[in-house]
T-cell receptor, first 105, second 114 residues
Framework: DAKTTQPNSMESNEEEPVHLPCNHS???????IHWYRQLPSQGPEYVIH???SNVNNRMASLAIAEDRKSSTLILHRATLRDAAVYYC??????FGAGTTVTVRA | DGGITQSPKYLFRKEGQNVTLSCEQN?????MYWYRQDPGQGLRLIYY???????QKGDIAEGYSVSREKKESFPLTVTSAQKNPTAFYLC?????????????FGPGTRLTVL
């Protein structure tokens, strides 16, 4: 299982886009990239996942590099409710510490 | 509503006592998981089960035990052998264990051992 690397924290202003990077340089050809987010004292919730192509859903967009060694989760207009810890994992690889996103009003 | 329930939300126990955390899902998922989370840390896998009556140890199984007698239920027992049991425990399920399968998490149980 490929390990992922994410920045510890990121800050954003409300209603601005947030781009969260994730490196997964040892990912295999069949590993999906999953993103989850966790609010304080809650269980993680699914955000988005993809294999090779860019993906969009109501919560976010996922841009996957052509070589699949990295990806970026894009929150198009951050709201205060988007403040959370965001985890990028490759298929069933371990969850790391994730990226703590702070949104300023 | 389909989902995963964990009970109770908060649990207090005296040191040396075994305690069982409940996890139930009505998503008809085959795979279920237990994770432990310590403050400011990521999730660490304790046990997982791909099918009824079968389960495997995760990265930190020592001091824990599980059972999977029914598809919808995967209780976790924290035994007195677990040296530092105070933590936030999360249960999850997924349709299968394929690389594209998404995990769905319960709300968690916060265990405090006094």
């Amino acid at each position: 299982d490929a390990k992922t690397t994410q920045p510890n924290s990121m800050e954003s202003n409300e209603e601005e886009p947030v781009h969260l990077p994730c490196n997964h340089s040892t990912i295999s050809g069949t590993d999906y990239i999953h993103w989850y987010r966790q609010l304080p004292s809650q269980g993680p919730e699914y955000v988005i996942h993809g294999l090779t192509s860019n993906v969009n859903n109501r919560m976010a967009s996922l841009a996957i590099a052509e070589d699949r060694k990295s990806s970026t989760l894009i929150l198009h207009r951050a709201t205060l409710r988007d403040a959370a810890v965001y985890y990028c994992i490759s298929s069933l690889a371990p969850f790391g510490a994730g990226t703590t996103v702070t949104v300023r009003a | 509503d389909g989902g995963i329930t964990q009970s109770p939300k908060y649990l207090f126990r005296k040191e040396g006592q075994n305690v069982t955390l409940s996890c139930e899902q009505n998503l008809n998922h085959d795979a279920m998981y237990w994770y432990r989370q310590d403050p400011g840390q990521g999730l660490r896998l304790i046990y997982y089960s791909q099918i009824v009556n079968d389960f495997q140890k995760g990265d930190i199984a020592e001091g824990y035990s599980v059972s999977r007698e029914k598809k919808e239920s995967f209780p976790l027992t924290v035994t007195s052998a677990q040296k530092n049991p105070t933590a936030f425990y999360l249960c999850a399920s997924s349709e299968g264990q394929g690389p594209g399968d998404t995990q769905y998490f319960g709300p968690g149980t916060r265990l405090t051992v006094l």
